[in-house]
Nanobody, 117 residues
């Protein structure tokens, strides 16, 4: 059974920090996992990837400000973003990492991040 549960979003001032969490079911243990951001009216975009051995890749939009981590035993990945910008606003989702998120049919509920003063 596919299960993805994201949490940790909220309203943050520009320049602030936020840590998002995602709990995933056993189905995803073997996959590289990713965090995706969705702006209103836009498709989801991959912003951070972590393999099951801990290698990471970041989109240019968050590079230098984001840290993704993974706890395989706890089946959890986290995404910390520092120096938040208004353009970081959106819904954040986790799923297996792919540059074609439109091909994924099952998503969690996501967690909303709003960066505003």
């Amino acid at each position: 059974q596919v299960q993805l549960v994201e949490s940790g979003g909220g309203l943050v001032n520009p320049g602030g920090s936020l840590t998002l969490s995602c709990h995933f079911s056993e189905t995803f243990e073997v996959y590289a996992m990713g965090w995706f951001r969705q702006h209103p009216g836009k498709e989801r975009e991959l912003v951070a990837t972590i393999t099951n051995s801990g290698s990471t890749v970041y989109d240019d939009s968050v590079k230098g400000r984001a840290t993704v981590s993974r706890d395989n035993a706890a089946k959890t990945i986290t995404l910390r973003i520092d120096n938040l910008k208004p353009e970081d606003t959106g819904f954040y989702y986790c799923n297996r990492a792919t540059i074609f998120p439109q091909q994924i049919g099952d998503w969690g509920q996501g967690t909303q991040v709003t960066v505003s003063s």
